[in-house]
T-cell receptor, first 113, second 113 residues
Framework: GQQLNQSPQSMFIQEGEDVSMNCTSS?????WLWYKQDPGEGPVLLIA?????ELTSNGRLTAQFGITRKDSFLNISASIPSDVGIYFC?????????????FGAGTQVVVTP | NAGVMQNPRHLVRRRGQEARLRCSPM?????VYWYRQLPEEGLKFMVY????????ESGMPKERFSAEFPKEGPSILRIQQVVRGDSAAYFC???????????FGEGSWLTVV
């Protein structure tokens, strides 16, 4: 079956630094999504990508849908303490059913002052 | 999390009991997806329902688990004869259609003792 690999598993960074994480898939995805999850909460959608090559920003967050359709990255610029949390990539191979997602294992981000 | 309501937020059950988790979609959303998250893992798709229909249950365990989304009322994920391995966070996500981005609820945390 398809596998979604997310890296790094965790990151310890200082406030103000940039953060970068990525996901790769063993097969083609038609949608890439990035979520943030705080402890005891559900995932919150950060950025959605629908086209290969698409580069989308949301404030200090930037994400790209890889040209090969098998990868995506998320960058966070100038990190602040509230960026702490677990970031998940998710993708869908379907062209008409976007709710059935495969999730990466997550990247734990810790920001120190 | 955009109005997707899940209850209970926390549920403790003894082995062998039944667990019922409820999900009320956002207004105007008729597509419901259930996901399970084991500790320190990403979310895994379980089942996709529309009103009165199960569309895709490929992620549901073959035994003890069932889901419904009746014409009236919330979607319900039912786990019979719970075992310790069922301890997890269960999330529902909803969308207005199959080709729309989904939005997650805050989750129901099941603990089996």
């Amino acid at each position: 079956g398809q596998q979604l690999n997310q890296s790094p598993q965790s990151m310890f960074i200082q406030e103000g630094e940039d953060v970068s994480m990525n996901c790769t898939s063993s097969s083609i995805f038609n949608t890439w999504l990035w979520y943030k999850q705080d402890p005891g909460e559900g995932p919150v959608l950060l950025i959605a990508l629908y086209k290969a090559g698409e580069l989308t920003s949301n404030g200090r967050l930037t994400a790209q849908f890889g040209i090969t359709r098998k990868d995506s990255f998320l960058n966070i610029s100038a990190s602040i303490p509230s960026d702490v949390g677990i970031y998940f990539c998710a993708g869908s191979p379907s062209t008409d059913s976007w709710g059935k997602l495969q999730f990466g294992a997550g990247t734990q981000v810790v920001v120190t002052p | 999390n955009a109005g997707v309501m899940q209850n209970p937020r926390h549920l403790v059950r003894r082995r062998g009991q039944e667990a019922r988790l409820r999900c009320s979609p956002m207004k105007g959303h008729s597509h419901v997806y259930w996901y399970r998250q084991l500790p320190e893992e990403g979310l895994k798709f379980m089942v996709y329902l529309q009103k009165e229909n199960i569309i895709d249950e490929s992620g549901m365990p073959k035994e003890r688990f069932s889901a419904e989304f009746p014409k009236e009322g919330p979607s319900i994920l039912r786990i019979q004869q719970v075992v310790r391995g069922d301890s997890a966070a269960y999330f529902c996500a909803t969308a207005p259609g199959s080709g729309n981005t989904i939005y997650f609820g805050e989750g129901s945390w099941l603990t089996v003792v």
